[in-house]
């Protein structure tokens, strides 16, 4: 079981670009939970998925941010026309019920 | 509105010494609190996971505790070893499935 996969690890994009940060979770998991922290600060949460249904998305921002957990393949956390703000770690959890989830190692994005 | 305080923010101490990171939260109705190990541009490592019934966890030279009533949780790390050099973060997962994330203590042992 190789564990909750991230890629891709570091991934840089200019300003207005997007970004797309992919997160297998571990096999037979079927929640996934995505956190985001800043530098210098603590993991917020942004968005709780299971598979093809969006449960809380309180934590994502209004705009920009989007997320999915398909049928098959990853959940995908979409950042469309990224700024600098956005530069952070994210980092995905799955679990195969409501908690105590396995981390990933993180996708660090920089906005240059 | 659940929050999560980490004291120290910082802490240095010789190798082979006994210490002590304290994490505090605000609102005592929590599912379990959860002790994390972040290395520099590294992932997140779960070290400890304590359940609200629980009082306490041991795993080697880790003891976490958990205090609901007064909204304490201490990580104890005993014979510290420059390879325990991190920053420790505290979580505590509520009602809901969110976790709540203290801003951690970073950790440095001197050799």
């Known amino acids: 079981n190789a564990g909750v996969m991230q890629n891709p690890r570091h991934l840089v994009r200019r300003r207005g670009q997007e970004a797309r940060l992919r997160c297998s979770p571990m096999?037979?998991?079927?929640?996934v939970y995505w956190y985001r922290q800043l530098p210098e600060e603590g993991l917020k949460f942004m968005v709780y998925l299971q598979k093809e249904n969006i449960i809380d998305e309180s934590g994502m921002p209004k705009e920009r941010f989007s997320a999915e957990f398909p049928k098959e393949g990853p959940s995908i956390l979409r950042i469309q026309q990224v700024v600098r703000g956005d530069s952070a770690a994210y980092f995905c959890?799955?679990?195969?019920?409501?908690?105590?989830?396995?981390f990933g190692s993180g996708t660090r994005l920089t906005v240059v | 509105k659940q929050e999560v305080t980490q004291i120290p923010a910082a802490l240095s101490v010789p190798e082979g010494e006994n210490l002590v990171l304290n994490c505090s939260f605000t609102?005592?109705?929590?599912?379990?609190l959860q002790w994390f190990r972040q290395d520099p541009g590294k992932g997140l490592t779960s070290l400890l996971l304590i359940q609200s019934s629980q009082r306490e966890q041991t795993s080697g030279r880790l003891n976490a505790s958990l205090d609901k009533s007064s909204g304490r949780s201490t990580l104890y790390i005993a014979a510290s070893q420059p390879g325990d050099s991190a920053t420790y973060l505290c979580a505590v997962g509520g009602l809901n499935y969110q976790l709540i994330w203290g801003a951690g203590t970073k950790l440095i042992i001197k050799p």
């Open positions: 096999k037979g998991h079927s929640h």
């Open positions: 959890a799955s679990s195969p019920q409501r908690d105590d989830g396995t």
């Open positions: 609102d005592s109705a929590i599912y379990n």
